[in-house]
């Protein structure tokens, strides 16, 4: 057996380099260099599997087994031995393969004679692109020192496949990035759009893996540590003052940046034979994977960590910085794993669509797309793997579907969609300063949620009669350090003017549960969306409602003013929120400051106890609005992040409506003015069920408005609602076939 030491491993990298530089066919750098791994392993076989597609694996090169099975022997994930190493991410070294857990004998490929076997992933980033395997007739287990080289040549491997070093005939040597590709994620708003990938983060390629002098390379890594550790130190100092969690993530950070261990593993890396990137890359994909695999939270958020700091260490050594030199094409489409509300709003409304890894359908990005309207589809798995900048794109925020570099078949689909879309706004804007009146003479009142300065302009675009709902959380959450008063009452001003009159209801901070701002310290809850947030946390530390609500009466300035307290889920809640605007009433009268003419104190119904508080809260507050996306949530026990269960539950289940029937009613006794808000009123099916149950304000996102408008002005409500009744009387779950029927015969 040969004797392996770093030096032979290195000269194994060495002769590596040296196929891959020469000019030759995909296919024959891949015979050469099993011939070489195997020669240098001293193994009778060396074979290399490429994915073909998601779930497929396929024998591409091999020095030993039958040439015949090349491109002929295929595998599912799973399957066999290598479909294990493909399956778990993880090395499979057995001096007994037929004994093995999940050994399967493939005939064609003569690999009966062979006792040893040694399979390692061929992967990048997390992103798994074959195995590499070395067999033996000996029974032999692979030394430590062997896995290792192993694993080195395969990081090289997959470095080289990304380059596109190995393209040949057939799907598993294919160019990578350049098929069509269809990413299913979860729908984060709606719209469609098509444009060209522009990447938040832009991948750093690592174009020299394997490395000529550890000598020359070991100070390079060494040398980037230290300016990767001073940064940091530097991010620690500037939060130093910050929230908790701030600090936390940078302490996490200096420690993986100072971790012995870490350290040792990149430089046993450089010793082997890779250059300082290919080293940091090789821990990054081993840290990827890990993560495949862990289902710990905090375990996953600290391997995160690791993960950001390697990028950030790649970009110092190589120089690719997030400028790469690229001009943004004309009709950006973002692509990143996740990103913040800040940072969205640097791009603004120059963005067609964005897709992220990660994210949540309440998460600050989700709320910035929505006030600029721009389709969002989140949970589209490994897309910043495989788009590049430039790449054709088509996002389909209705669907949740991603359609990157697609056939023409697609493309044609897709812009007959977004042709029809066009027309139907058309359709809309002829109504635009008409009433959403129904054909029995029902007036429905329709607003529009806001939270952003640039919303402003379609109040008047979308034929919106007000603004139901201000979020004025996007402001907090989009700085590093809590706004100032005057700030606020600046802007608050500039919301009220760029209204002209109409009303705007300004909800108070609702922070929390998925909302966390940046510079407060993040409660340790298991259920945030059941916990400290909203009006809790502002009667806890009243600071920033009074605050805000000096803000707001200042705005004002002598117009009328509707406030809004948001998560109200008892009455004392409630009357211990109006005692607040009393005092800053009081303040701001001792103040000699202006008053508003006129004030509305309302708070929103998400939480099924408030529909039974006292009938004197009725009659005290001056409105409700029905926070549908919580209060759907609360009563049926369903999160609404959580896609296992959020989509089992229907708006138009009987339960519910005849809940919100309730409610409806009981305002009716009291005369107290109701409204909902939330996704529900702008979808038009479930928005004409909400008003044939009563509801006569509906708030929703501006580009909901003209279909809204459009079906309401179409339909009968009170035919509408006795279709609901009757089905509710046949004790149907879902009023929904229903009422699909019902519109369908009368239109």
């Not at 800040?342 to 990005?365: D, M, T």
Request: aromatic share 6%.
């Amino acid at each position: 057996m040969v004797q392996k030491t770093e030096t032979e491993s290195r000269k194994l990298l060495g002769r590596l380099r040296d196929a891959l530089a020469e000019d030759s066919a995909g296919q024959e750098r891949l015979d050469k260099i099993t011939h070489l791994i195997a020669t240098s392993m001293g193994t009778e076989v060396c074979s290399i599997y490429l994915f073909r597609d998601e779930e497929t694996l396929e024998l591409c090169a091999t020095e030993g087994l039958n040439a015949e099975a090349v491109h002929q022997t295929r595998m599912r994930v799973g399957e066999g031995l290598v479909g294990r190493v493909a399956r778990t991410s993880k090395v499979v070294n057995t001096d007994d393969a037929p004994s093995a857990k999940g050994f399967r004998y493939m005939p064609e490929t003569g690999e009966e004679i062979y006792s040893s076997f040694c399979g390692v992933p061929v992967q990048r980033l997390g992103d798994n692109l074959g195995v590499l395997v070395v067999q033996s007739k000996d029974k032999r287990g692979y030394s430590p020192d062997e896995v290792y080289a192993l694993e080195v040549v395969a990081m090289v491997l997959a470095e080289m496949t990304e380059l596109g070093a190995f393209i040949g005939e057939g799907a598993a040597m294919s160019a990578l990035h350049q098929q069509s590709e269809l990413f299913r994620g979860t729908c984060g708003q709606e719209g469609a759009s098509e444009g060209h990938v522009w990447l938040h983060e832009p991948r750093v390629v690592v174009t020299n893996p394997v490395a000529d002098d550890p000598d020359v390379e070991l100070p390079r890594l060494h040398n980037a540590v230290e300016e990767l550790r001073v940064g940091v130190d530097k991010m620690l100092d500037g939060v130093k003052r910050g929230d908790k969690e701030q600090l936390e993530v940078l302490e996490a950070y200096r420690m993986f940046a100072n971790s012995k261990g870490w350290m040792k593993r990149m430089e046993q890396d450089i010793a082997r034979g890779l250059s300082a990137e290919a080293a940091v890359e090789k821990e990054q994909s081993t840290a990827r994977a890990r993560m495949e695999q862990v289902t710990d939270q905090y375990l996953r958020e600290r391997l995160h960590d690791l993960d950001d700091l390697s990028n950030r260490l790649l970009r110092i050594l190589t120089g690719q910085g997030s400028e790469t030199g690229a001009d943004m094409p004309t009709d950006p489409i973002l692509i990143a794993r996740n990103i913040g509300p800040a940072e969205l709003l640097e791009y603004g409304r120059k963005l067609r669509g964005i897709v992220l890894e990660e994210g949540s359908v309440g998460s600050h990005a989700a709320i910035v797309a929505r006030a600029l309207a721009i389709p969002l589809v989140i949970h589209a798995d490994k897309i910043t793997t495989e788009a590049l900048n430039g790449d054709h794109i088509m996002v389909d925020g209705d669907q949740g579907v991603v359609h990157l570099r697609p056939d023409d078949t697609v493309v044609t689909a897709f812009r007959d969609k977004i042709a029809m879309a066009a027309k139907a706004q058309e359709r809309y804007a002829s109504i635009r300063d008409k009433e959403a009146k129904s054909r029995d003479g029902a007036v429905v009142h329709l607003t529009m949620n806001a939270g952003l300065m640039a919303d402003l302009p379609s109040l008047e675009s979308s034929g919106a009669e007000g603004v139901g709902l201000f979020r004025t959380e996007l402001q907090f959450l989009i700085r590093n350090q809590m706004p100032k008063r005057t700030e606020l009452a600046q802007l608050y001003a500039t919301v009220m003017d760029a209204a002209a009159g109409k009303r705007v209801v300004f909800r108070t901070l609702d922070i929390g549960s998925d909302k966390v701002l940046p510079y407060m310290a993040p409660q340790d809850e298991p259920n945030p969306a059941l916990g400290w947030r909203a009006v809790r946390v502002a009667l806890d530390k009243p600071g920033v409602m009074r605050m805000q609500l000096q803000a707001l009466l200042r705005a004002a300035n002598g117009r009328p003013l509707t406030i809004m307290f948001p998560f109200i889920a008892q009455y004392e809640e409630y009357t211990a929120a109006k005692a607040e605007v009393d005092k800053a009433i009081e303040r701001e009268t001792i103040l000699g400051h202006p008053l508003p003419s006129e004030i509305e104190v309302g708070a929103m119904l998400e939480t099924p106890s408030l529909a039974f508080a006292p009938k004197k809260f009725y009659e005290e507050v001056d409105f409700l609005s029905i926070g549908g996306n919580d209060l759907k949530q609360f009563f049926f026990a369903a999160d609404r992040e959580n896609e296992r269960v959020r989509r089992r539950y229907d708006t138009l289940n009987v339960s519910f409506l005849t809940f919100l029937e309730g409610i409806v009613n009981r305002c009716i006794d009291t005369g107290t003015p109701l409204s909902f808000c939330g996704e529900d009123a702008g979808r038009p099916i479930e928005a004409v069920c909400l008003a044939a149950m009563g509801l006569r304000n509906l708030s929703m996102r501006p580009a909901s408005i003209g279909p809204v408008k459009s079906l309401i002005r179409r339909v009968d409500l009170g035919e509408l609602r006795r279709v609901i009744h009757a089905a509710r009387e046949r004790g149907e779950q879902s009023v929904r076939p229903d009422v699909m029927e019902y519109l369908r015969s009368s239109s």
